[in-house]
């Protein structure tokens, strides 16, 4: 099956400070990738989906400037939490799929822990 | 079971037994519904998938029955083993929509 790739597996960081977690698809071409978030004992939320060459679209209630995604090439989506909180503290998941309808691959995820 | 809170429903089988795992969709202009299975710090990984013109579809130990009249799906597990246990969850797939939602989940609890 594909591989995706997600970069770092954890991740520790101060509050106010910025974090970018990476998604590689890394034997594929990935039009699309999703961004999860998971807190704990929680199913996964979808954040936003990422076209690449164009703007993320956002789920509802999900701050745009405070998760900033970027999906420029085929292979490569990365998700930046800015002015992090502890709140933001969380499991952080990528998907990427190649056509409509078909099975998304998942990357390992991102335990972010802001201290 | 009904998921309350920050509580995942838990399921617990005796190994070998067989397992069915319950999912409520939420959309009746899905169709297309995944099961994933997640073990604790990992990723979701495929287990099967079913297209909304298909009732039922068996895999390698698992079948996955759809009844879309209650936009209900189903996951059954034979002879359930040890390395089964992990939190499933369905996810569905919204026709015109490029993206899966997920269910609430269920853990499988596994006892020798």
């Known amino acids: 099956g594909a591989v995706v790739s997600q970069h770092p597996s954890w991740v520790i960081c101060k509050s106010g400070t910025s974090v970018k977690i990476e998604c590689r698809s890394l034997d594929f071409q990935a039009t699309t990738m999703f961004w999860y978030r998971q807190f704990p004992k929680q199913s996964l939320m979808l954040m936003a989906t990422s076209n690449e060459g164009s703007k993320a679209t956002y789920e509802q209630g999900v701050e745009k400037d405070k998760f900033l995604i970027n999906h420029a090439s085929l292979t490569l989506s990365t998700l930046t939490v800015t002015s992090a909180h502890p709140e933001d503290s969380s499991f952080y998941i990528c998907?990427?799929?190649?056509?409509?309808?078909?099975?998304?691959?998942f990357g390992q995820g991102t335990r972010l822990t802001v201290v | 079971g009904e998921s309350v809170g920050l509580h995942l429903p838990t399921l617990s089988v005796q190994e070998g037994d067989n397992s069915i795992i319950n999912c409520a969709y939420s959309?009746?202009?899905?169709?297309?519904f995944i099961w994933y299975k997640q073990e604790s710090g990992k990723g979701p990984q495929f287990i099967i998938d079913?297209?909304?013109?298909?009732d039922k579809r068996q895999g390698q130990r698992v079948t996955v029955l759809l009844n879309k009249t209650v936009k209900h799906l189903s996951l059954q597990i034979a002879a359930t083993q040890p390395g089964d246990s992990a939190v499933y969850f369905c996810a569905e797939n919204m026709r015109g929509y490029n993206k899966l939602i997920f269910g609430a989940g269920t853990r499988l609890a596994v006892h020798p």
């Open positions: 998907s990427a799929g190649r056509l409509l309808n078909t099975e998304a691959f």
């Open positions: 959309n009746s202009a899905s169709d297309y």
């Open positions: 079913i297209r909304s013109n298909m």
